[in-house]
């Protein structure tokens, strides 16, 4: 179910590049990377985090992408390679299975448009990650909206 939310994160990520083309086998790898040094995060929450870039058009190949994990506050001290970000405003979400990430995707891209919705392209949009005992772990896709 698609739905309207005001919301604030905060996380420590590492911060990545490529074309947006791979982001399929560039995130997934980057998140395994950080969750090697995961541990040495203050104040995590245990919940996965990805931020990105928007594609702002078909001539747009290449993007900035963060992984890492949400935290409850800034740290005092953040690990070699590893960066404080901050992201708020109004979202449209949906909450499903990771396995269904590009259903998803185009679930909530269109109940935007339905609801005449316009996706905010100079802000992140967010992917949390919620594991699951025993089940497919789910995520939920923020895609920041103009008021």
Known sequence: M???VSKEFKAIVIRSNGLFKD???LV?????DFLKRGHLVQNSSGLEVAFFEPKRGEDHLEGTFFTGF???EKAEILPDGMEY???GQTY???RGKTAEMGDLHMRLNSWLRKNNHQQFID????EVYYPAANEEEEAE???PIKD
């Not at 802000?123 to 967010?126: D, P, S």
């Open 123 to 126: 802000h992140y949009i967010i």
């Open 23 to 25: 982001y399929a086998r």
């Open 70 to 72: 949400l935290v409850h």
């Open 141 to 143: 896709v923020f895609i």
């Open 28 to 32: 997934p790898e980057a998140a395994q």
């Open 2 to 4: 698609c739905k309207l």
């Open 92 to 94: 449209a979400s949906i």
């Open 85 to 87: 970000l901050e992201a």
